[in-house]
């Protein structure tokens, strides 16, 4: 039997990993996860209490609808008025989504068709790759760079040179796998840039509260003239810890949005409806846990960067997100990223992502996840500086 849209994928390298982590805990290994980035924070209490009082209501149990609640939706402005200062229209400009991926998934199916093109950076979050793969489009990968002047001036390279002509860009900045960040004014050249152009720009924006140090991630639609080019995608995975509940949203230009409803009306009724009467309370009257989780993930952050310096593995410590990106040593250079995971799994009982799961230009690279609390991160230190006996620290 042949399955001809997913034939050509390749091995999801993550799955070697994840095999070795089962087997070991099977032998009765403790072993530290830090690669699979699954957020481990509980839900704000209050979405958990509105969820089960929503639940217990029948009216709530019959289908909804897959553009989401008019008040989850204004639920959704108002965070975005008070967070960015962006107004949206909750009717024309906001859409719900079963979470970004699904949100991403199918915007691709809307603004792309079989032979058109992608640009996307590389290293990359495997579904931005995929998303456009899935549709039918060629990815054009932008080599990313810690410099985001080099970075823009490769996209603009990327899109002058690409046959045939782009269609859509999509970014995600603060960036999974490389904790790459960028500032208000890169996202306003993104924009002028597209409005230029005339191409559509698709922002993941995962991590939209995770910034550390004082940095506060910028919102594309802040740029003035987004809303003509841009959309952008926004979850309470991250900054409402309600990763399982797959509560997200598209936000920007009103054409994009209505044709993703359109699409969605033949595919979905939306998220269970209790689940989206819990989101829009939780919007509202927890604004500040974002905050709260923010500061949890940076304190994560400060116990992995110093711990891994002391034992001589320097690693720049990241502005955002939920993850670490980490060069491979030197010492075991000789070693590709899922030869040195693996290795790290039965020596060290720590899991790490390879970079190469993320493409080929996250070779050479490790994944940190700051999933763990500051204790297991403190012990999966030890274990590192027992199984790396190669380093200096």
């Not at 410099?147 to 990327?158: I, S």
């Not at 809303?227 to 797959?246: D, H, I, N, P, Q």
């Not at 990241?318 to 693996?342: C, L, N, Q, R």
Request: glycine share 6%; net charge negative; proline share 7%.
């Amino acid at each position: 039997m042949e399955f001809r849209r997913i034939t050509g994928l390749p091995p999801y390298v993550f799955t070697i990993i994840d095999s070795l982590k089962v087997q070991a805990r099977r032998a009765g290994e403790d072993v530290i996860d830090l690669g699979f980035g699954n957020p481990d924070l509980p839900s704000p209490d209050i979405a958990v209490e509105k969820l089960v009082e929503a639940a217990r209501n029948p009216r709530n149990h019959r289908y909804s609808s897959s553009k989401g609640l008019p008040k989850l939706r204004q639920a959704f402005a108002d965070l975005y008025k008070r967070r960015f200062d962006v107004d949206l229209d909750p009717e024309t400009e906001v859409i719900n989504t079963i979470g970004a991926k699904e949100g991403l998934s199918h915007l691709m199916w809307v603004l792309c068709q079989s032979g058109d093109s992608v640009l996307v950076p590389a290293p990359s979050y495997p579904i931005h790759i995929f998303a456009p793969i899935f549709a039918g489009a060629n990815v054009r990968e932008i080599p990313l760079s810690e410099d985001q002047d080099t970075f823009f001036e490769a996209m603009k390279d990327r899109f002058t040179y690409s046959w045939p002509r782009p269609r859509v860009i999509l970014l995600s900045f603060p960036h999974n796998p490389t904790t790459t960040c960028v500032d208000a004014d890169f996202m306003q050249r993104v924009v002028d840039f597209a409005r230029e152009q005339d191409v559509v720009v698709v922002h993941d924006f995962a991590y939209a509260d995770l910034g550390f140090d004082g940095y506060a991630p910028p919102s594309i639609l802040q740029a003035d003239g987004a809303k003509e080019v841009a959309v952008e995608l926004y979850s309470m995975t991250k900054s409402f810890s309600m990763a399982g509940w797959r509560v997200a949203f598209m936000a920007g230009n009103a054409e994009v949005v209505a044709a993703l409803a359109k699409m969605k009306s033949y595919l979905d009724y939306g998220t269970f409806q209790p689940i989206q009467i819990a989101a829009t309370v939780t919007m509202n009257e927890a604004p500040d846990y974002p905050e709260q989780a923010c500061a949890v993930y940076e304190a994560r952050r400060n116990a992995l960067i110093e711990g891994l310096h002391r034992i001589g593995w320097h690693v720049e410590p990241p502005k955002g997100t939920m993850f670490t990106w980490a060069p491979i040593p030197t010492e075991y250079g000789h070693m590709d990223s899922v030869e040195f995971a693996s290795m790290l799994v039965k020596n060290a009982n720590v899991a790490l992502s390879p970079g190469v799961g993320f493409g080929p230009g996250g070779e050479g690279n490790v994944r940190f996840a700051l999933i763990e609390n500051e204790q297991r991160i403190a012990q999966a230190v030890r274990n590192l500086r027992e199984a790396l006996p190669l380093l200096e620290g």
